[in-house]
């Protein structure tokens, strides 16, 4: 008994000197576990100005999803051409030079108006000239001149970009409008009409040799081409009011139609831990102070990779459940719930709450939506009610005629709970 008792001792306090060290990293990863992806960017950044041991690897964010890269952009997203891409037409509901013809009536000669009015005629929705000048003047019997004056009148009293011969040279006049108001570096007219091409294709290193720029000055352009320039003539060249928030979770559609789940982890973020003991004085408290260092920088690694693998497990699970709904749409969707998750993967049902709320998914299209889209009871049924109140006539609208059609395609759903359905989708009614 005696010789027993003190070895039960060291082993029991050994064991709980191990919990103890243990716990804070714990305790420190279940916390980053809520933390959205710019919070954690955002503590990374703080902890990479204060710690000298963690290094980012050489590089910038790729453009298209945030990955560090050492140049250009991700292969994933050159294979999208998310890099640089323009919406195919005019906004909605926009008409960016509706005044023009007034306006430009009170800027021409006025022995060219009738020339203006035809040469007005040749200007697609876009604001970009249909023919060249020579040809608009061949086709009407106009001097050269004559449509001369009347593309300067246009252009005077149009947006930057009205009455280009091409999307190239409309872009080219809206960087040249921004260089001139000082919003823009002098440069970007001359990275717009030389290396658009380039830019798609993802070459931003080669791009920065040809102009003579560093790789992070023809980001900057780029992000100010995608951010600021249109494909249309438009007065308003403003940035958007609020950006998207980045996304936590990404789903890619791989070639045979299946759905792949990243999550960005510590290697995302380009991060490293240097070996600094070369250069520093062979004493304890130097040694002391690259140990605490160390233990911090691979701490947050480690943090950033347990968040990843948790949200990596939680979001395969859901995708597996909600194919259909991914594949097919909201009519599609199938009941699932955090806890059925939990279970399912063996975590707690607020280990999973705590990770999907306020989380971002970006869609295998580019869209970003939240990450509980893939939970909850009620979107198919949602989904069903709509279409309903879309297509049923008057006098079959009410909450008890839905409630049969709706368990008539499948959806056992209360009166009372269709009219609160109908109250989210119709507030006004």
């Known amino acids: 008994m005696a010789s027993g008792g003190p070895s039960q001792a060291v082993q029991l306090q050994a064991g709980l000197q191990t919990e103890l060290r243990a716990l804070p990293g714990l305790l420190k990863a279940m916390g980053m576990l809520a933390m959205t992806h710019e919070e954690v960017h955002q503590a990374t950044e703080h902890l990479l100005a204060e710690n000298p041991v963690l290094e980012r690897a050489d590089g910038h964010p790729c453009p298209g999803c945030g990955r560090h890269v050492a140049s250009g952009s991700c292969s994933r997203c050159r294979g999208h051409s998310t890099t640089l891409r323009f919406d195919d037409g005019v906004e909605q509901g926009v008409d960016p030079f509706g005044t023009l013809q007034s306006a430009a009536r009170l800027e021409v000669r006025a022995d060219c108006r009738d020339a203006l009015d035809l040469v007005l005629a040749h200007l697609t929705r876009r604001g970009i000239l249909d023919a060249g000048p020579a040809e608009i003047a061949g086709l009407h019997g106009l001097e050269p001149g004559q449509v001369g004056e009347a593309l300067r009148a246009i252009r005077a009293a149009g947006p930057p970009g009205i009455a280009a011969a091409s999307v190239t040279e409309l872009l080219d006049a809206q960087a040249a409008a921004l260089a001139g108001q000082g919003q823009a570096p002098h440069w970007l007219p001359r990275l717009v009409r030389e290396h658009l091409g380039d830019l798609a294709a993802g070459s931003t290193a080669a791009v920065a040799r040809a102009m003579g720029l560093t790789e992070a000055q023809v980001l900057a352009g780029l992000a100010l081409v995608r951010e600021r320039l249109r494909p249309f003539a438009a007065a308003d060249t403003e940035p958007e009011a609020a950006a998207v928030p980045p996304a936590d979770v990404f789903l890619y559609r791989q070639p045979d139609g299946t759905l792949e789940v990243e999550v960005p982890a510590s290697a995302w973020f380009g991060l490293t831990v240097v070996d600094l003991s070369a250069g520093l004085p062979a004493s304890a408290q130097a040694k002391q102070w690259l140990a605490e260092h160390e233990l911090a920088a691979q701490r947050h690694l480690y943090q950033i990779d347990r968040r990843a693998s948790a949200l990596l497990r939680i979001t395969e699970c859901a995708v597996a459940h909600q194919k259909a709904f991914l594949d097919h749409g909201a009519g599609h969707h199938q009941p699932l719930t955090r806890t059925a998750v939990a279970q399912e993967i063996g975590l707690h049902p607020s280990t999973v709450s705590r990770a999907v709320s306020g989380k971002r998914l970006r ?44 368990a008539g395609n499948g959806f056992a759903v209360a009166r009372r709970t269709v009219n609160k359905y109908r109250r989210s989708l119709q507030p006004g009614n």
């Open 363 to 406: 869609m295998p299209t580019g869209a970003v939506t939240d990450l509980s889209c893939l939970f909850g009871k009620a979107t198919a049924a949602r989904a069903a009610l709509q279409d309903l109140l879309t297509t049923a006539a008057p006098g079959l609208s009410s909450d008890e005629h839905l409630r049969e059609a709706l």
